[in-house]
């Protein structure tokens, strides 16, 4: 993920603020550091982060050659033998290499490539098996695109929300786990990538009226937020070509508790029930089955059901 451009120079007077601010803080050794870093802009690093970097024996990252760009930028350089690889395809074996670095009595610290490790990125696995193994695990909070998005988005719902993260890329899979949506009263933050932010657009178009803030490419040069319809989110994406292009976090705001139809006046059971039947027969056999189980008015379901098909293309 590409951060946006700094003068290297510039974090000189951050790394000494850092170990003055930070330094006599206590950062014990045979430690795991989790280490949130920026989700694009580089200058939301924090003094915390800056001074762990420099100071652990070993950066284990899920990309070696992302993390020294980023080192880098703030003239934390390191060589090749203190950078440790840990991503998804090798989480599990790498764990036992930051345990036995652990057990030599190092400080390592853990970044993934964007954000803080864990959400929807590598970590997890690695952080459970280091506590399992009877050394401390430290967290360093800082940039998140959850509660960035989250902040901006000004949905309500008492302050609860679900974390959805990345839904499924197999179209009726991500149908059914839309589906789910339109029961789920609290806001939701899904996150996606630019390749298939098109489909998801389309899928969540069977939420009709309940509204969506889309946020793209977070803290970077061009930001974008914006709140809409869902049922309106795939024209919108289409307006322009620029909206397709960044990584995406987006909130489903809370649902409307005074209505909790969608925008074709179909309730979230008979909505249900509707593409269970789709997955099976043609579309106007559905229909007719469905209004029979359900007792809705066939022309509304008929609506609903082409918004439902579209989202299963």
């Known amino acids: ?91 599990a074996q790498a764990a036992e290499q930051v345990i036995a670095r652990l057990a030599q009595g ?18 997890a696995r690695l952080a459970a098996a280091v506590a399992a193994a009877g050394f401390r695990v430290m967290p360093l909070p800082g940039a998140s ?53 098109e489909a998801l657009a389309q899928a969540l178009t069977v939420l009709g009226a309940r509204r969506v803030t889309v946020g793209r490419e977070l803290t970077k040069q061009f930001e974008t937020l914006h709140t809409l319809e869902a049922q309106n989110f795939a024209h919108w994406l289409s307006g322009k070509p620029e909206r397709v292009r960044g990584e995406f976090a987006l909130v489903l705001h809370a649902l409307d508790k005074a209505s909790a139809q969608d925008a074709s006046g179909v309730d979230a059971q008979s909505l249900r029930t509707l593409q269970l039947l789709l997955a099976e027969l043609p579309l106007k056999s559905a229909v007719k089955l469905a209004a029979e189980i359900s007792g809705t008015p066939r022309n509304k379901l008929y609506d609903a059901a082409l918004l439902l098909k579209k989202g299963l293309d």
């Open 106 to 123: 190092q400080r390592v610290a853990y970044v993934s490539d964007a954000g803080t490790p864990c959400i929807s990125d590598p970590g």
């Open 1 to 91: 993920m590409p951060f946006e451009s700094s003068n290297t120079s510039g974090y000189a007077k951050a790394l000494q603020a850092a170990r003055e601010a930070v330094g006599p803080q206590l950062h014990p050794p045979s430690t795991l550091y989790v280490v949130a870093t920026p989700i694009g802009n580089l200058a939301d690093i924090t003094l915390r982060a800056l001074y762990v970097i420099e100071k652990v024996d070993t950066v284990a990252c899920e990309d070696t050659r992302h993390t020294q760009q980023l080192l880098r930028a703030y003239g934390l350089d390191r060589p090749s033998a203190q950078l440790l690889a840990v991503h998804q395809h090798n989480e």
């Open 145 to 197: 695109s959850v509660t960035a998005v989250l902040s901006a988005a000004g949905a309500q719902g008492d302050g609860e929300f679900v974390f959805a993260g990345f839904l499924p890329s197999k179209a009726s899979e991500r149908s059914a786990a839309v589906q789910a949506l339109c029961d789920e009263p609290r806001s939701v933050v899904i996150l996606e990538a630019p390749h298939r932010i």
